[in-house]
T-cell receptor, first 113, second 111 residues
Framework: DTEVTQTPKHLVMGMTNKKSLKCEQHMGHRAMYWYKQKAKKPPELMFVYSYEKLSINESVPSRFSPECPNSSLLNLHLHALQPEDSALYLCASSQDRDIYEQYFGPGTRLTVT | GESVGLHLPTLSVQEGDNSIINCAYSNSASDYFIWYKQESGKGPQFIIDIRSNMDKRQGQRVTVLLNKTVKHLSLQIAATQPGDSAVYFC??????????FGKGTMLLVSP
């Protein structure tokens, strides 16, 4: 199984809502990543988890809160988002932080109204 | 031919042609490079990688060339097919830091 799954596929939320994005992989990978991608732009790294611990936070606003409940799951909790946060949110995983080949999920298309 | 759109450079080719997608990277200390393919509605998919101690690497129908002198990376796709239509990103990494993606090029293959 070389798949990273993400749910939901699409999400529309208001600026006062609280929602969560979920990511799952069963490849035994120990590094997991959240990226944000705006239309026609490259993915931008948000967070890196290594062995279930947050190792990189790329100065992401606190309205985005990551969580890694176990080695297979990665969540991104969203609260009080702004319309400019509308984007494709991609999850990725790699065998280890030092192994650079990252497997990406299909993303969650988020619209903030 | 190649054109620069409002946001994303686009390369248009005919089916069966060879395609060359170029990437200028920024960090002369980068020691590992990856090409990703992103189809519409999907996440990026790993295509091929190359380390900085190499100047060429071949995969199935794809070849990556690295010119460190001018900090240039290229992806060659042989006998391009409609299924190759996608956005292609190069990505670079230095040491144990994180991937930095380039701007991307849209490849359009017409039958």
């Amino acid at each position: 199984d070389t798949e990273v799954t993400q749910t939901p596929k699409h999400l529309v939320m208001g600026m006062t809502n609280k929602k969560s994005l979920k990511c799952e992989q069963h490849m035994g990978h120990r590094a997991m990543y959240w990226y944000k991608q705006k239309a026609k732009k490259p993915p931008e790294l948000m967070f890196v988890y290594s062995y279930e611990k947050l190792s990189i936070n790329e100065s992401v606003p606190s309205r985005f809160s990551p969580e890694c409940p176990n080695s297979s799951l990665l969540n991104l909790h969203l609260h009080a988002l702004q319309p400019e946060d509308s984007a494709l949110y991609l999850c990725a995983s790699s065998q280890d932080r030092d192994i650079y080949e990252q497997y990406f999920g299909p993303g969650t298309r988020l619209t903030v109204t | 031919g190649e054109s620069v759109g409002l946001h994303l450079p686009t390369l248009s080719v005919q089916e069966g042609d060879n395609s060359i997608i170029n990437c200028a990277y920024s960090n002369s200390a980068s020691d590992y490079f990856i090409w990703y393919k992103q189809e519409s509605g999907k996440g990026p998919q790993f295509i091929i990688d190359i380390r900085s101690n190499m100047d060429k690497r071949q995969g199935q129908r794809v070849t990556v060339l690295l010119n460190k002198t001018v900090k240039h990376l290229s992806l060659q796709i042989a006998a391009t097919q409609p299924g190759d239509s996608a956005v292609y990103f190069c990505a670079e990494i230095e040491g144990y830091s994180t991937l930095t993606f380039g701007k991307g090029t849209m490849l359009l293959v017409s039958p």
